[in-house]
């Protein structure tokens, strides 16, 4: 798909859907990954992944070694609509083993608009191991531990809330 959009040099980001049906691209594109999501991701030297792509465009072409682990991060979906009143179990998922790490970044309060109408999410998640699949069960486990409570107004205008 790169190849198709002339993409042969520099960063490319793609996001596909994987499922019994086959694999359906969603983006292909010139750039790097979005938001929190390039913290998962560390390289020798300490130098961040943005760092490397400028030294990169810059014809800095030294050789970059990425940490030898799996690593990971979720991005934390919005459930529903309406108002964040609390997140509970922070400490718990940060507990799961594999170096989980958690940051939220939706402060209570903030009115909530899930996915595809919103652009935002809850939060991050990041986990680290010496097995790609560990990795993966740490972020289900720590989103697992995570509640997040949404007020949710109700079409009779009176208030409810949702978990």
């Not at 042969?8 to 983006?27: L, Q, S």
């Not at 790097?32 to 810059?58: Q, T, Y």
């Amino acid at each position: 798909a790169a190849r198709a959009l002339g993409l042969m040099h520099g960063a490319v980001h793609a996001e596909f859907r994987v499922n019994p049906e086959g694999v359906w691209p969603i983006e292909i594109a010139p750039r790097s990954i979005g938001g929190l999501c390039s913290r998962a991701l560390r390289f020798e030297g300490g130098d961040s992944l943005e760092v490397i792509l400028l030294r990169h465009a810059l014809g800095d072409c030294a050789e970059i070694r990425r940490e030898n682990v799996a690593s990971g991060v979720m991005m934390i979906p919005i459930p529903r609509a309406g108002r964040l009143r609390a997140v509970r179990g922070a400490d718990e998922a940060r507990s799961v083993p594999g170096g989980v790490e958690l940051n939220l970044t939706q402060p209570i309060g903030s009115e909530l608009v899930p996915l595809p109408e919103g652009a935002q999410y809850l939060g991050f998640l990041f986990a680290r191991s010496d097995q790609p699949d560990q990795v993966e069960r740490s972020l289900r486990e720590a989103h697992g531990r995570l509640t997040f409570d949404i007020e949710v107004p109700a079409e009779a205008g009176e208030e409810i809330t949702e978990r």
